[in-house]
């Protein structure tokens, strides 16, 4: 089944070590988003890809950042974590003008 | 900006129930609706879409939705919960760019057999 793909599902780590969450695809789509989700709180866009496209929201902080070395995988790389970074991290994908996303099942990212 | 409000932070229902759940969105112009699903340790789904034409749409589930224009509105419905029901429910609005979804904060709906 054409699906997306997150590794790990759960990630502790600590106070201000580097973490890399990893999102891939077998749906080729053009476009690979990330999302912060806090509890009880709604997806949050931090950045998206339009094929390799670099597309930051203004208010996601400089310790994000992101990677797409090829259409089926991207990478969200945390370079401080704080303790305010501990969310859920959604993956999703989607064609240009199609709107409908997709959504992998998410990362628990844990900081201590 | 867009923005999405969902009125109902957590609805508890008991088995066959009916079920609205509210959505408001702020934009005023052409706009692309949806709602997601994420039931306990699942990924977001989609449930249904409105992208434009009848205004009353029909999703997976026996789930449907009703876009009224002159109210911002894009409310759920279901004539007959179960439990299976129970899960945590997104409406959201796709940007004007239709680059990305805005979503509102989510209701729990808690469903009791």
């Known amino acids: 089944d054409a699906m997306v793909i997150q590794n790990p599902r759960y990630q502790v780590t600590q106070f201000g070590k580097p973490v890399t969450l990893s999102c891939s695809q077998t749906l080729n789509h053009n476009v690979m988003y990330w999302y912060q989700q806090k509890s009880s709180q709604a997806p949050k866009l931090l950045f998206h890809y339009y094929d390799k496209d670099f597309n930051n929201e203004a208010d996601t902080p400089d310790n994000f950042q992101s990677r797409r070395p090829n259409t089926s995988f991207c990478f969200l790389d945390i370079r401080s974590p704080g303790l305010g970074d501990a969310a859920m991290y959604l993956c999703?994908?989607?064609?240009?003008?199609?709107?409908?996303?997709?959504f992998g099942p998410g990362t628990r990212l844990t900081v201590t | 900006a867009q923005s999405v409000s969902q009125h109902n932070h957590h609805v508890i229902l008991s088995e066959a129930a009916s079920l609205e759940l509210g959505c408001n969105y702020s934009y005023g112009g052409t706009v692309n609706l949806f709602w997601y699903v994420q039931y306990p340790g699942q990924h977001l789904q989609l449930l249904l879409k409105?992208?434009?034409?009848?205004?009353l749409v029909k999703g997976i589930k026996g789930f449907e939705a009703e876009f009224i224009k002159s109210k911002f509105s894009f409310n759920l419905r279901k004539p007959s919960v179960q439990w299976s029901d129970t899960a945590e429910y997104f409406c959201?609005?796709?940007?004007?760019?239709?680059?990305?979804?805005?979503f509102g904060k989510g209701t729990t709906l808690s469903v009791s057999s």
């Open positions: 959201a609005v796709a940007n004007q760019a239709g680059t990305a979804l805005i």
């Open positions: 999703a994908t989607g064609s240009p003008f199609a709107y409908e996303q997709y």
């Open positions: 409105y992208f434009s034409g009848d205004p």
